[in-house]
């Protein structure tokens, strides 16, 4: 039922944000930002797969006044991103 929006959505944004350290890993996601926020929806598809809303506000000195995405509030977002997956790994994999 939902096979062309999740094709749709895996093949967005290749190797950006959820996907730019889990490279061997389907992921379907659809970030989004404005102002200062920088935001990310994704199912990641690990051994456990998991479903992760994240939401921030201000990453990398980003203001209500910002009109694109911060750099260094991106790097933090992935890295994030990150530490979150490794948590789920060790947690909830069951290999």
Known sequence: KYEDILYFIGESFPDLYY???LPNITIYQKPGYVREALNIGAIVCEES?????????GLGGATEESEEVNGLGYVQLINLTYVINEWHRVNHNMT
């Open 19 to 21: 996907k730019a350290y």
């Open 49 to 57: 797969p998991y479903l992760i809303a994240l939401y921030s506000a």
